[in-house]
């Protein structure tokens, strides 16, 4: 039986019911929205890398780029590969190439790949990919969507038209964050926009689904609203867990750890961000701070590599532990 | 002075000898027809696992048919003029005093390398002119070097006694020496030598010289004597080892892989290293083992697996300065695989629900079971009427609304307001 056939209600996620449809639609990124809409006047497209952080507009970008050129059809036209899920050679040997290599039928004599994530393909995949992006380039252009544009291949790299993505300024996420809110009837407070920006800074999907969190509380959105929400969503509470580890409880700390990669699924990096963040503002001797970031930066190299999240961050807990005693040895 | 039982109680004749009746029969037979004439073939080649009466044989049919025999190690004839001068024995007829004669050539797989080279080629030679009966024994009689020579030999083949048949012999033993044993301490020792009769019988003489009576729990401690070291030992002897061979060595000893044995070290430093400094330099060793661990995968070379030894064995133990031993502390099993085979279904269920987020919005499953979920996980538990909304838009299945919604009662009110 499938759930709710019967039901009236409907809600949709809001990141995606206020997603921009047009390209004049998109939230800031005004420079990058002037030259994808001249490809559109020009009804050409070159191969396109879009980097920039999470919750930009780079998907949306991509998304409004293609439904100005085909028009509501759009969908015929373009392709979307996500390279986190199906990120293997084999999808670019097959699933790519039978888009690609085939002409489409219409104004426009080529379609639209877009590969996002691509940053999380193999390099294998992207060699594969660079020759498929060469041999169809009649038929089919390629929008590469990525947080780090450094991990996509230098050759592929030299064939796209780059696009940076930065994260929105305040008044811009505001104002989106505001124009849902009337929309959708909600009590939004200054200290809720506050906060909002204060959790999210930038990151405008990660902006909208925290308002929607909040929102379900049936209450006016207020600060107080928003770091719940916030504190709920992500409990990797980074700073406990290097307080812990200072105050020389290593096997708790590490579970803290342990709990946030299993559970929660929060990653290594972002973890081991906000340690560094936490090394300088924390009360350790000047001489450990840059030790401690020495390790931290190799550490985080090592993650980069593939290596173990939590063998790797435990070995920087376990300095920390060894700072926090330090610390007590000198007062 | 205590005798070698081996020795002292090997069997004289073959009646006393336990086991392979089958080929001591066709030795016996092959025996037997050295007459005025030699047989077809003038060796016989006795081959089988050690320990299982091969040689004792031999003597013994020596013995009961009142033969002379003349015995010779490979390690004795490996020249050839060693050689030689034993051939001239074997081509005569019979002994000084008119007995018949019998050569035994044994351990023929001592036979190797250049070092020997010409030993299996001047032992054709000895079958050759033999005018009495040869007889050739190895472990491996298929041993490509003796391809020519088992041309000129009956094979029998000598076989694992089975473990009643062992008993069997132990039990006479125990007999002679005046011992009293428990049936279930011989079996044991029985079981455990697999056939080698001579190794158990060398068990036996260790447990029981000097004692009256054998009981099951003298003999039961055998079992751990060289069997492959507990979890617990071998993290011991890596934790609290003195130097780096000894922390090293002990990886030989565990039964588990290597992997799980890093996970068991993983987890068990901590409460074992106590001071600090040992503690975060244990820990960075362990990570170091880790990156090689990363570098076999990218290189496939796996000869970098002696450094991921390294550092967790001897990287671990010799992190290990200022800690003061503490008494006994337990050694737990790896926290961190409990909790990962607890978790599995939880994170199968995450990816299923990511996998419905993913066809309403652009992102990949995997992100979305990370950053969207938490999210919904929210809105389902403060929210009936949105979430009932959602889990329609995104097709979410009755299973998948009770996991976000965490709670019996909350998803029962998801539910109703989707039915």
């Not at chain 1, 300024?169 to 909600?186: C, G, M, S």
């Not at chain 2, 091969?54 to 020249?79: C, G, P, Q, W």
């Not at chain 2, 030999?153 to 125990?174: D, T």
């Amino acid at each position: 039986m499938k759930l709710g056939e019967d039901c009236s209600l409907s809600f949709q996620m809001w990141a995606e019911k206020y997603r921009p449809k047009t390209l004049v639609e998109m939230v800031d990124q005004k420079e990058i929205v002037e030259r994808l809409r001249s490809f559109v006047g020009s009804r050409n497209v070159p191969h396109c890398i879009f980097a920039g952080p999470p919750g930009t507009g780079k998907t949306t970008a991509a998304l409004c780029l293609a439904r100005d050129l085909y028009g509501a059809a759009y969908r015929e036209y373009i392709m979307e590969l996500n390279a986190s899920d199906e990120r293997g050679i084999n999808v670019v040997r097959e699933t790519v190439k039978t888009f690609a290599r085939v002409r489409s039928i219409g104004e426009i004599p080529f379609k639209v790949m877009v590969l996002d994530e691509a940053d999380n393909m193999t390099s294998d995949a992207q060699q594969a990919l660079r020759r498929t992006m060469e041999r169809y380039t009649e038929t089919c252009r390629f929008i590469l969507i990525a947080n780090y544009s450094g991990k996509i291949i230098e050759p592929i790299q030299s064939r796209c038209a780059p696009f940076r993505f930065t994260y929105l300024p305040r008044e811009e996420q505001d104002r989106h964050l505001r124009l849902i809110a009337e929309k959708e009837k909600l009590n939004l407070l200054d200290d809720g926009l506050d906060a909002i920006f204060e959790v999210c800074g930038g990151d405008l999907r990660k902006a909208i689904n925290t308002l929607q969190a909040a929102a379900s509380l049936n209450k006016p959105i207020d600060a107080k609203a928003v770091y719940s929400i916030a504190g709920k969503a992500h409990p990797a509470d980074v700073r406990k867990m290097i307080e812990t580890a200072m105050g020389g409880n290593f096997s708790e700390a590490r579970k803290q750890l342990r709990v946030m990669i299993q559970k929660y699924g929060v990653a290594g990096s972002d973890i081991i961000r906000q340690i560094h963040t936490e090394i300088f503002r924390s009360a350790v001797p000047e001489p450990w701070k840059i030790k401690l970031a020495d390790i931290a930066g190799e550490i985080d190299y090592r993650l980069v590599e593939g290596a173990d999240e939590e063998v790797q961050l435990s070995a920087l807990l376990a300095r920390l532990v060894e700072a926090g005693y330090e610390l007590k040895e000198t007062i | 002075m205590y005798a070698a039982w081996t020795i002292k109680h090997k069997p004289k004749s073959l009646k006393d000898i336990v086991g392979n009746k089958e080929a001591i029969r066709k030795f016996v037979d092959w025996v037997k027809s050295w007459g005025r004439d030699s047989p077809k073939r003038k060796a016989a080649f006795l081959y089988g696992p050690p320990g299982i009466g091969k040689t004792i044989t031999v003597e013994a049919v020596a013995n009961d048919f009142h033969m002379e025999l003349v015995e010779k190690n490979a390690s004795d004839y490996r020249t050839e003029d060693a050689i030689k001068h034993f051939a001239g024995l074997a081509s005569q007829y019979g002994s000084l005093f008119g007995g018949k004669r019998i050569i035994l050539l044994d351990e023929l797989d001592g036979l190797t390398g250049t070092a020997d080279r010409g030993g299996v080629k001047a032992t054709i030679e000895v079958v050759k002119m033999a005018h009495c009966p040869v007889v050739l024994i190895a472990n491996n009689a298929y041993n490509p070097r003796f391809s020519t020579l088992r041309k000129y030999c009956i094979l029998i083949e000598f076989k694992k006694p089975p473990a009643g048949a062992v008993m069997k012999h132990l039990k006479r033993i125990c007999l002679l020496e005046g011992i009293q044993a428990e049936e279930n301490a011989l079996k044991f020792i029985a079981q455990r030598s697999e056939g080698d009769v001579r190794s158990a019988v060398n068990d036996l003489q260790a447990l029981a010289q000097g004692k009256k009576r054998l009981t099951y729990e003298d003999v039961s401690w055998l079992g751990y004597r060289d069997r492959q070291e507990t979890i617990f030992t071998v993290l011991k002897m890596i934790i609290y080892s003195k130097t780096c061979e000894g922390a090293k060595k002990a990886v030989r000893m565990a039964d588990v892989d290597l992997d799980m044995l890093f996970q068991w070290i993983y987890e068990n430093v901590p409460a074992h290293l106590t001071d600090p400094h040992d503690l975060a330099n244990a820990m960075y060793a362990l990570s170091m083992a880790d990156v090689y661990r990363g570098r076999i995968r990218r290189t496939r070379d796996w000869s970098f697996m002696r450094y991921i030894i390294d550092f967790m064995t001897a990287g671990v133990a010799m992190a290990r300065v200022n800690t003061k031993p503490s008494g006994w502390i337990p050694f737990k099993f790896p926290q961190r695989i409990r909790m990962l085979s607890r978790s599995k279904t939880e994170r199968a269920m995450q990816l299923s629900i990511g996998y419905k987020i993913k066809r309403r919005s652009h992102v990949s499953a995997i992100r979305a079971s990370k950053e969207i979920l938490p999210y919904l996980r929210i809105i389902f538990k403060n929210n009936a009427e949105m979430a009932a909304g959602l889990a329609k838009w995104l097709d979410l299945d009755l299973r998948m609304v009770e996991y976000l919604a965490g709670s019996n009662k909350k998803s029962k009110d998801i539910i109703e307001l989707l039915s």
